[in-house]
């Protein structure tokens, strides 16, 4: 007869699993809560301290790390000497593992966890159990996801026991999951020792969706999703209507939830190809989305939209006019999105707002042969903490229109220029090798609504003194930038020559 050791902390499906091993001429050895959900079911199973002749000790902690289950477990059956060795010590061989861990992840994603709770419910004993299963997978069987019982059963019910090739499946998955495991409680105990720079990074993601393509169509692509998920995000959004998104859909997406969350009044951002091309704010939802189109109607097209506030049926009749990518925002009333709904292909996103200002953990990006990882460009900016440096000092209402532009300049690529008064982005330059000419492309977008209210935000500081110059030949009248140039004085002395106010941050905001 086999033996199938089982114990899990899920027990989704387990009983119609473990009868079906019974079925098919297991016998089975549980543990705990395991063992008392099968024996309830009137499943027959056999005590873990019958087979290691020892009882549980510790609360627990020590059950199953025993030779009389490793041994089991790990001696090869092709091996004679191996089998002689369980027979001279009564050891008799587990031929299956059905074991899921503690519950750590749900424990710490526990809104106010203690340590020691955290410190308990790290499995020792499962993971030891599932490694040395998958080790051995040409003579065990190692199941660790209730997705595969079915496969696992249908094959020793057909053929007796799986094929190798199903063996060796699943002891890959089953590293994964032990892998994936110690990754989260390593995050999670390097978090509480506050160690920023570990000299080991352990990451895991968790496959949400294999895509279509990525940027190109003939580019593979996966998307995965932090085995920690944060609520306000674009994989943590709800689809309501439209086709799936694409690789470079989430990209823009993405940018744009993290322009939008910089603002707290009625506000609306166009992003397109993850450059603000548009950028609103109003007394309502809908002047806003009014300010965001007149910033710039030919780059809307095609774009990715993002609201903070729920889209009332006046902004929708409006945005039902344009080809637009996506639409996101807290909510829809009924009627905007029985209407918006009309176009099959468009996406329309819900997502929770109320956790915007979340903590937000560390971003990486991928180089050849390694990845970068910084903290997210969250920093909380006063604009009345800014150094004034020429003679002309900006007004109050200045001041708010540069920390508009301001906020808008950091989700711009650098080098950046934003042109803004105080309702909305006039133009946008970004991507540019030099700054001079994101300026002029600004300049051009921005055209005749140049006017006494326009200021510019500049997300490094200027090397020369010809970007002021420009802005001031063009009717610029405050600008914000970080400072810091050696060449400071340069653009000093030509906002003074203008008549421009300028402040300095003291901080920028590169995004490459």
């Known amino acids: 007869m086999k033996r199938a050791l089982v114990s899990v902390s899920d027990k989704t499906n387990l009983v119609p699993f473990v009868q079906g091993l019974v079925d098919n001429g297991y016998e089975i050895v549980s543990t705990g809560g395991t063992k008392r959900v099968l024996d309830e079911a009137g499943v027959k199973t056999i005590s873990v301290e019958d087979v290691t002749h020892f009882p549980e000790i510790l609360d627990g902690r020590v059950k199953t790390l025993n030779p009389y289950v490793h ?30 861990l503690y519950p750590f992840k749900e424990t710490i994603e526990q809104p106010d966890v203690k340590l020691a709770d955290a410190i308990e419910n790290i499995d020792i004993g499962g993971p030891s159990m599932v490694r040395s299963a998958a080790k051995n997978y040409r003579d065990v069987t190692i199941v660790v996801d209730q997705a595969d019982y079915d496969q696992v059963l249908a094959e020793i019910k057909n053929d007796g026991d799986t094929s190798l090739a199903t063996r060796a499946k699943l002891a890959a998955k089953a590293f994964r999951h032990t892998a994936a495991y110690d990754a989260l409680i390593s995050q999670y105990l390097t978090k509480q020792d506050g160690l920023e720079d570990p000299e080991k990074l352990t990451l895991t993601w968790n496959l949400k969706e294999t895509m279509r393509y990525g940027e190109n169509s003939h580019q593979k692509a996966w998307l995965y999703e932090d085995a920690l998920p944060k609520a306000f995000s674009v994989l943590s959004a709800k689809q309501l209507h439209g086709k799936k998104l694409s690789y470079n859909n989430i990209k823009d997406a993405d940018e744009a939830l993290r322009c939008i969350r910089e603002f707290d009044e009625p506000t609306v951002v166009a992003m397109k190809h993850m450059n603000p091309c548009g950028i609103g704010r109003g007394e309502t939802l809908e002047q806003a989305w009014d300010r965001a189109y007149e910033a710039d109607p030919v780059s809307i097209f095609g774009g990715v939209i993002a609201l903070n506030r729920p889209v009332d049926l006046a902004t929708a009749e409006k945005m039902h006019k344009l080809f637009l990518e996506i639409i996101i925002a807290p909510g829809f009333a009924d009627d905007a999105y029985a209407l918006l709904a009309k176009k099959k292909n468009l996406r329309l996103l819900t997502v929770d707002f109320s956790k915007k200002d979340a903590d937000v953990r560390h971003e990486v990006v991928s180089v050849m042969g390694g990845l970068l990882m910084q903290e997210q460009d969250v920093l909380d900016e006063d604009y009345h903490d800014w150094k004034c440096v020429t003679e002309a000092q900006p007004t109050e209402a200045q001041l708010k229109s540069l920390a508009f532009a301001w906020k808008a300049v950091k989700h711009a690529k650098s080098n950046a220029i934003v042109v ?53 030949q063009h009717g610029i009248k405050a600008v ?33």
């Open 420 to 472: 803004a008064n105080d309702e909305r982005t006039l133009g946008v330059g970004e991507g540019q090798p030099n700054r001079i000419d994101s300026l002029k492309i600004a300049v051009q977008h921005a055209g005749d609504a140049i006017d006494d209210r326009a200021v510019m935000a500049s997300d490094a500081f200027f090397p020369f003194g010809d970007c002021v110059e420009f802005a001031g």
């Open 480 to 512: 914000v930038q970080p400072g810091g140039s050696i060449r400071d004085q340069e653009s000093i002395d030509m906002a003074n020559k203008y008549g421009i106010a300028m402040v300095t941050t003291g901080v920028r905001h590169f995004r490459h």
């Open 71 to 100: 041994g089991g477990l790990l001696a090869r059956r092709e091996l004679p000497e191996h089998m002689e060795t369980l027979e001279k010590l009564n050891i008799t061989p587990i031929d299956l593992v059905c074991v899921n």
